[in-house]
């Protein structure tokens, strides 16, 4: 998973992704990847507008959003 953060910081892309907070509460969330640091990292986060810290092993689900073309038009 860690790897999948990593490239996604250098190809700069936004990720949808499922995560679990300590508390277990799972949430869908849109993140862009600004940093990795060892078992953690820092994103911002659409849904709350703002930057958080987010634990590697609480993501449970993480797929890049690709915006295909016909979509910009």
């Known amino acids: 998973m860690r790897i999948n953060i990593l490239k996604s910081m250098q190809l700069n892309q936004i990720i949808e992704m499922i ?16 940093s990795v640091e060892g078992n953690t ?18 993501v449970l689900a993480f797929v890049p959003i690709i915006h295909k073309e016909r979509e910009v038009v």
């Open 19 to 34: 995560y679990m907070k300590n508390s277990g509460e799972i949430s869908k969330r849109k993140v862009k990847v600004l």
């Open 41 to 58: 990292f820092k994103a911002y986060c659409f849904l709350r507008n703002t930057k958080r810290t987010f634990k590697v092993e609480n």
